[in-house]
């Protein structure tokens, strides 16, 4: 059984950081391709970034790469999200994502997380 456990969520004042954690199960984890996403009240679920396997291939939306760095420790099936200078419009819940492709594209992920909330206050 494949599981995904987001965790590392919670509140943070704007200009905080966060570490989001992804623990995988179940699955060859360096097989894999992990990525976030977010998910705001209202707004469809949206990209944030994703990692090959190798960890050699990282992708990020523009609008946060400055901010928000992923990585991946295949030694602890484990993916990251490093959130930096956080805003309240970062406020939404953080979903991870594996998948056999490195890809921006939501329907490309066979297997996902529960979901971590992160609240950004002004």
């Known amino acids: 059984q494949v599981q995904l456990v987001e965790s590392g969520g919670g509140f943070v004042q704007a200009g905080g950081s966060l570490r989001l954690a992804c623990a995988v199960s179940g699955l060859t984890f360096s097989r894999y391709s992990m990525a976030w996403f977010r998910q705001s009240p209202g707004k469809e679920r949206e990209f944030v970034a994703f990692i090959s396997g190798s960890g050699r291939n990282i992708y990020s939306v523009d609008s946060m790469k400055d901010r928000f760095t992923i990585s991946r420790d295949n030694a602890k099936n484990t993916v990251y999200l490093q959130m930096n200078s956080l805003k309240p419009e970062d406020t939404a819940v953080y979903y991870c994502?594996?998948?056999?492709?490195?890809?921006?594209?939501?329907?490309?992920?066979?297997?996902w997380g529960q979901g971590t909330q992160v609240t950004v206050s002004s």
């Open positions: 994502a594996a998948g056999t492709r490195a890809t921006a594209r939501r329907d490309e992920y066979e297997y």
